[in-house]
């Protein structure tokens, strides 16, 4: 039985607290919906914020809602490089001993004292699929992107929860690497 997922490239963007939201754009302020995502729920806003670091920074870095427990700056390596940070892969969310970076909107800057991670690359599988293919949450997969510049990518962390969708992410470094685009399918080979 052939396991393919679709592939989500996902570039340098933000998750941030309430708190932070209302410290970058104002008391009271509320994330808008510029598109949704691919999992439930989630959504790309309007809202973008600047990003600075010792090095370089970006002025326009997506916000991803909804508001989360912690803000959380996820980019690649190659970002990390420009930034000036050295930001480690982790799981998102895993964000203990990650170095911080300074946030600009139009009300206010923010200084993370923690939260810059390279997300490792992961598959979202709904509870359903994830049992169908005898996969486990945490599991380690791997995984073969096709193309003309394919490659097999090991260390796929399988989620698994009832509120995912069929989804695999990569980040923009993984993607140009293997010549991926959003859309396209891999094969789950072990």
């Known amino acids: 039985m052939s396991k393919t997922v679709p592939v989500g490239v996902s570039a340098r963007h933000i998750h941030l607290t309430q708190e932070h939201v ?16 691919s999992q439930p729920g989630q959504f790309a806003a309007n809202e973008q914020v600047a990003v600075i670091g010792s090095k370089g920074k970006f002025d326009k870095v997506r916000i991803l809602g909804p508001v989360r427990p912690a803000s959380q700056l996820e980019i690649s390596r190659t970002d990390s490089f420009s930034l000036g940070v050295k930001a480690p892969v982790r799981e998102s969310g895993h964000i203990e001993g990650t170095p911080g970076i300074t946030l600009k909107g139009p009300a206010g800057e923010v200084e993370l004292e923690t939260g810059v991670i390279i997300a490792a690359r992961h598959i979202h599988f709904h509870t359903s699929e994830a ?3 005898g996969i486990s949450d945490k599991q380690m997969l791997k995984v073969r ?27 923009t470094d993984e993607a140009n690497a293997a010549g991926a685009n959003n859309g396209d399918t891999a094969e789950i080979v072990d």
């Open 22 to 37: 209302e410290a970058l754009f104002g008391p009271g302020y509320q994330l808008t919906e510029f598109k949704p995502l």
């Open 131 to 133: 049992e169908a293919w």
């Open 145 to 171: 992107l096709g193309g003309e510049r394919g490659l097999v990518l090991e260390n796929v962390l399988a989620r698994v929860s009832d509120s995912f969708k069929l989804d695999m992410h990569i980040d």
